[in-house]
């Protein structure tokens, strides 16, 4: 940890369950005091006022992290929160210095425990998974372009960011899905679950959705190795949502803008997470619309994955128009849909296929 003091010199704005804050920080071991960006989770610092003192983790100004690059503020040092009332049992972040108490669709003291136990299937409801958060998005847009009205669960998995608060998305989002439910380790939806298995039967039986859409929050990581992703939990949502008699539909993450040779056609995540991961078989929407420089390429690794998966052709019409209409930028490793538009029409497809399962 790169623990530093710091004052709030101005509240730059928020979304729901952060505060976006410039602070000061106090020199400390021979550095210059800096002007930072940091964010606070409200809900476990409370809200901030200028000249407040607070302590922060700088560990992502040191880094130059992307996507996660705020001091992250750990206490408000003058002015605590009133504690929590009702919390549940359940500790996600578990033993670590910001560990949270939540009350879970699946403990003793939830008005949701009986519905959950007593499900054992998801009567088919198609569960689209996918690798990155940046595919919720457009997946819903895929959905709403073929059935309007349809009502989406979001399974907020935790190999990216833990609280789903840091996610403008979902604020920016919350008219077009239903409900927002944070598994494992992460936290912060309207229910939390233990795991995806039960995030999956709380989407079904609590919020009685028609589709779930399975992926990580904000910030994936890599380390460029075979298996060392956190996408991989896409292939293990895949085996989750099989195991619970849903209809698995495999979201493939395609780019035409990527500079990295892994990722360039079908991404080594996809390969590896429904190639290896994966032992259930699912439905794999291919958009009819391919990138033109790199079809021959997708054509070949589609041929690899396993014949137990269903390869769907899908028309792909009028998509990019209702991915035009979401309140939301799209973006994936800084692109938006003029410079990697086929990672985008591969996501709306795949929703797209999602909702024709609903309509039989």
Known sequence: MRWRYGTVEGIRGGWNGCQELTV????????????????AYTKLVGQAQVGDRLLLN????????????????????DRLPADPENVGHIVKARYTPMQAMTLAVDEDDSPYREAVESCDSLDGMPVV?????????????GITATRPGTRVAYIMTDGGSLPSWFSKSLDQLSDWIEVVITAGQCFGGELEATNVHNALIAAKVVSEADIAIVAQGPGNLGTGTRW??????????????????GRPVASLRIS???ARER????SHHSMTAYGKVALAGADVPVPAELPKEWEAKIRAQL??????HRQIQINTDGLVEEMEKLPVRLSTMGRGLDRDRGYFVAAAAAGRHAAHLLNG
């Open 24 to 39: 000061n920080t106090e020199a400390r071991q021979g550095e210059d005091a800096l002007q930072v960006k940091a964010l």
């Open 58 to 77: 700088c560990n992502a100004i040191a880094k130059g992290l992307g996507t996660g690059g705020y001091a992250m503020v750990v206490a408000n040092v």
């Open 129 to 141: 998974v996918a690798d990155l958060h940046s595919a919720l998005a457009p997946i819903l847009a």
């Open 228 to 245: 060392g992703f956190s996408g991989t939990a896409a292939g293990e949502a895949i085996n989750a949502a099989a195991v619970l008699s």
């Open 256 to 258: 035409e803008g990527d």
């Open 263 to 266: 990722h360039q056609g079908i």
């Open 303 to 308: 041929a690899q994955l396993p014949q137990r």
